[in-house]
Antibody, heavy 120, light 107 residues
């Protein structure tokens, strides 16, 4: 059974930093591209970032402007999101999602999310 | 960035009804489109990929169509468990973008 378990979400002050983690199991982690998607409270979905199976390529939403860095450790079956210079508008539930590998970047499994609150 | 616009933003319907949700892209995306269902407090679920392909395990009452800029998600006969929010998403080009969502409510 595919499982994705996010962690690391906390309350942090504006300008602060945070590292989110996603522990994957139930599939061959290093065969798949992985994603982060976020959802502000009561709002819609926003794709955040993608990393290819080997970490060789990464992509980000324009709104992040170099503040976030996605990475992975295939030996630990783990995905990460380093978040710097956090802003109140980064407050959201952050989901880790597995790429479906169906010829396009669709997300077939999602974690339950970890909540990041940016507030003074 | 490609803007995805869904309509309607909300719709009320009854069990057994046929419902269609529309998604329009601000530029052509070929068939690089997915539909997701999200229930309150839950993660989204992939329903349709590549505009018209049914994800494994998804009931056949769900169907998708379209290409280019105009897409539709149709639920042929609403079931109680289908009341949720639905999102389209384009994966034609970065950054990937979602529609604003369509909330399907019980009439």
């Amino acid at each position: 059974e595919v499982q994705l378990l996010e962690s690391g979400g906390v309350v942090v002050q504006p300008g602060g930093s945070l590292r989110l983690s996603c522990a994957a199991s139930g599939f061959t982690f290093d065969d798949y591209t992985m994603h982060w998607v976020r959802q502000a409270p009561g709002k819609g979905l926003e794709w955040v970032s993608l990393i290819t199976w080997d970490g060789g390529s990464t992509y980000y939403a324009d709104s992040l402007k170099g503040r976030f860095t996605i990475s992975r450790d295939n030996n630990k079956n783990s995905l990460y999101l380093q978040m710097n210079s956090l802003r109140t508008e980064d407050t959201a539930l952050y989901y880790c999602a597995k790429d479906a590998n169906l010829g396009g970047h669709y997300f077939d499994y999602w974690g339950q999310g970890t909540l990041v609150t940016v507030s003074s | 960035d490609i803007q995805m616009t869904q309509s309607p933003s909300s719709v009320s319907a009854s069990v057994g009804d046929r419902v269609t949700i529309t998604c329009r892209a601000s530029q052509g995306i070929s068939s690089w489109l997915a539909w997701y269902q999200q229930k309150p407090g839950k993660a989204p679920k992939l329903l349709i990929y590549a505009a018209s392909n049914l994800q494994s395990g998804v009931p056949s009452r769900f169907s998708g169509s379209g290409s280019g800029t105009d897409f539709t998600l149709t639920i042929s006969s609403l079931q109680p468990e289908d009341f949720a929010t639905y999102y389209c998403q384009q994966t034609n080009s970065f950054p990937y973008t979602f529609g604003q969502g369509t909330k399907l409510e019980i009439k």
